[in-house]
């Protein structure tokens, strides 16, 4: 890693890193929870943090729990994700460190995570009009036949490991049609977007940044050329519209098309693994799905807000203002638990059970809210949907081969692997899993 990367990494992860070590070991709450501990059960810390109060202040930031407060500080105009770019350390050094900007990637400016109105406006209104229902529903058939080729592949009696061998392969395809990129290419980007991904945590260690930052490079040497042929030739794909109708500049296509493929198969991959996870943990819930089909749509809600993909955000205070009775200086960071607003007991009756019939469960606020609200939700949606009710009508005797291991990261929380036996194949007609 560059001295330029290694005073980033410093700034952005590495006093953060520290800073929350020294407060675990105080026995502080909140930096509890976004370590090891929390990361394998955050729940006790969530209730903890809830029984404090609607807004509590912490060593770090302040923090909510609340699904009110959640949706209400998601929305404000006077709150805004704070740009990673804004390297904090000595002016001498930040000149040093921003002498080679880094490659396009998700985590910095201008990807739209990090851009606040109206620069975010600008940049979200050509991507998202690649999201419409309209375009979602054309892409169902890609979903479909993409689904039905990896469970054709898939043993009868066999094992697999769910993540790698299904999960994430579900969403890389769909991204792979959006963007107009050849199929032979998916292994090296299922690989960049493992790397990339923790850009979008907490304190990750120097070495995993590192990493990120040489697949970030990679994918940007990918990109270069993919865009540049796009120019000459252009497909019918959403990235190749982008291109042609110039409202983003070169550098601006890649940090967004870094943003669907990281973001976008990591989220949904998760989404896929959570559900499949729970299914299995809880077989009386699955009978039930086979017994009421109809309820699938409603059993990834579900899953949505017991475990959702991202489990928490934050917001800076873009100006003085005052929140729940409290004077909040202009740079006030809250984070928000998006997992502990999804089982906030004021809207969820007995918030700790997954029920796929639970009547409210698409009041979550997993894909977010306001004007960063997840613009690829109904595509996720509709992937997991037909994913996971493809795979379980395919193999009704799929069980657990392991207990599944979380990966070591709170803000994109999914496992890492889902060893199941498959058992034995069923064949299917187009119609029952529609």
């Not at 017994?291 to 934050?314: C, D, H, K, M, S």
Request: charged content about 25%; overall charge positive; glycine content about 6%.
């Amino acid at each position: 890693m560059t001295r330029q990367y290694w005073l980033r990494w410093f700034s952005l992860h590495g006093v953060p890193r520290v800073v929350l070590r020294v407060q675990s070991r105080k026995g502080a709450t909140f930096a509890r929870m976004m370590g090891p501990e929390g990361i394998a059960d955050p729940h006790p810390y969530i209730e903890t943090i809830r029984s404090q109060g609607r807004l509590v202040k912490t060593p770090l930031p302040w923090v909510t729990c609340d699904h009110a407060l959640v949706r209400s500080v998601l929305r404000d105009d006077r709150f805004g994700v704070r740009s990673s770019a804004r390297i904090q350390i000595p002016k001498v050094l930040q000149r040093f460190a921003n002498r080679v900007p880094p490659p396009a990637n998700p985590a910095d400016p201008p990807a739209m995570l990090r851009m606040n109105p109206p620069d975010h406006t600008a940049m979200r209104k050509p991507v998202v009009s690649a999201f419409t229902p309209r375009a979602v529903k054309k892409l169902r058939d890609t979903v479909e036949t993409g689904t039905e080729e990896l469970l054709d592949a898939m043993p009868s009696g066999g094992s697999i490991e769910l993540v790698e061998s299904f999960a994430s392969r579900v969403p890389i395809a769909i991204i792979f049609d959006i963007l107009g990129m050849p199929r032979e290419d998916q292994e090296k980007f299922l690989a960049w977007g493992k790397d990339m991904t923790p850009m979008l945590d907490v304190g990750i260690s120097r070495r995993t940044y590192g990493r990120a930052m040489q697949a970030a490079q990679s994918l940007n040497d990918y990109l270069d050329r993919h865009i540049e042929k796009l120019r000459r030739e252009p497909g019918d794909d959403i990235l190749s519209n982008l291109v042609q109708s110039g409202d983003l500049d070169h550098y601006a296509l890649k940090a967004n098309a870094s943003i669907i493929i990281g973001a976008g198969f990591e989220t949904t991959a998760n989404l896929i693994g959570h559900c499949v996870s729970l299914l299995l943990r809880l077989p009386e819930q699955l009978d039930r799905l086979r017994a009421e089909p109809q309820l699938w749509p409603n059993a990834v809600e579900e899953a949505l807000r017991y475990e959702p993909p991202v489990f928490i955000t934050a917001r800076q205070a873009l100006t003085d203002l005052e929140l729940e009775g409290v004077q909040l200086p202009q740079g006030s960071m809250v984070m928000l638990s998006l997992a502990g607003a999804n089982r906030d007991p004021a809207v969820f009756t007995d918030p700790q059970r997954f029920d796929v019939a639970r009547p409210n469960a698409n009041e979550h606020l997993s894909f977010s809210y306001g004007v960063h609200a997840c613009f690829g939700a109904s595509l996720a949606r509709m992937e997991a949907t037909h994913a996971v009710r493809s795979l379980f009508e395919r193999f009704p005797d799929m069980r657990a081969a392991a207990p599944p291991r979380l990966r070591q990261q709170l803000t994109f929380r999914g496992y890492a692997p889902v060893p199941v036996h498959l058992g034995r194949k069923v064949q299917v007609t187009p119609s029952t899993v529609a």
